[in-house]
């Protein structure tokens, strides 16, 4: 991190740096784990385009799953990929014309549904005289041990796979529709860490949860690319995360690729698990402003809370110098954020601490450019974020 510090010296805070060996070094971990299984990058967790691009040219990466279809158009448009996944169904009218009257983006891109509303939804907005739309299907990934328990994401309504079936075959018959994909993301196992740090039963709990569901999964999931591929034939089965590399990718014959692309960053969430731990490749750096006492330096804003339930291991996490710890009266704010500990006596007005975001792609909405720290040389390159060029898919 010194390094980083060294190299960076000259770049006004506050800033992010992407250190360019982390993060080549998490996209080849990322590969070994997939085990020949290729990567189709989740670009929801990058959002530069220089990131994405440099992890799409690296073997085992194929294909981008893409947050919202108007992300998905402007991608295909600067020409990253010509496969295109949108992982969440879209109401997006607009967007859904501009997918209809573009038949090379047509060709390229695959929307989610789950609901025969969704396709209402599509011939609706560009009616049926149009390039097929391709179509990929969402199968509820949770684990259901009882009736009445529900352990995962809310997502599709579809879990069985009779249920999955009836919707392929209602699909099939839709003119103006090609189904082309099924989609299964295991949000209680990728994204959960099974070892939250101090709370060892919390970990054993979640890895026998784990463990059931990923067995409970595997099996139904079979059963549905079964059914699925007696009425279309499926070009892909979209499965895992970051967090569930390993486990997703051994279901030899079902699986054809998974997703991830938190991996690539390293974010704090990812310090919770056993099986993997990312490199710290993006982090910003906030300047001291304020000394209120000896022991305490106040920065200049930094308080990016991330998404999802409120707790502490949503807040963004000081990295260097080591050693400094968050006030608990205040945290990370918006426009200060108090730091406390032993490291603290040695800064002075001007300097910078380091920090690490909870998740990995939040953090570029915040920004316009990264700067881009190539391994061991004085070299920065600096590049735009989503943010920077414009667009944001929120």
Known sequence: MRRIDEI????????VAVDLAAFDHNAQDMVRRAAGVPIRIATKSVRCRELITRALRMDGYSG??????????????EGLSDDLLVAYPTADCSAL????????????????????DHLDLID???????PDIRLCVEVDASWRPVPGVHIGTRRSPLHTPAQVR???????????FQLVGLMAYEGQIAGLGDAPPGRPL??????????????ELAQRRAAVVREVREVADLEFVNGGGTGSLERTAVEDGIITEVAAGSGLIGPTLFDAYRAFQPRPAVLYALPVVHRPAGRIATLFGGGYIASGPPGADRVPAPHWPEGLGLLGAEGAGEVQTPVTGAAARGLRIGDRVWFRHSKAGELA??????????????????????????????
């Open 8 to 15: 960076t010296s000259e770049i006004e805070a506050p800033f």
């Open 64 to 77: 981008l799953m893409c947050y919202s279809l108007a992300e998905a158009l402007w991608l295909h448009a």
């Open 97 to 116: 014309r501009e997918l209809a009257a573009n038949p090379a983006a047509a060709a390229a891109i695959s929307v989610m549904v789950d609901s025969i």
């Open 124 to 130: 609706a907005a560009v009616g049926r005289d149009r």
């Open 166 to 176: 009836r919707f392929a075959e209602a699909a099939q018959r839709r003119a103006g």
């Open 202 to 215: 919390r970990g054993a709990l979640l890895r026998g949860i784990q463990r059931r569901s990923a067995a």
């Open 365 to 394: 909405e915040r920004f316009n450019r990264y700067h881009l720290v190539d391994g061991g040389v004085s070299a920065v390159e600096e590049v735009p974020t989503y943010r920077g060029e414009g667009r944001s898919f929120g």
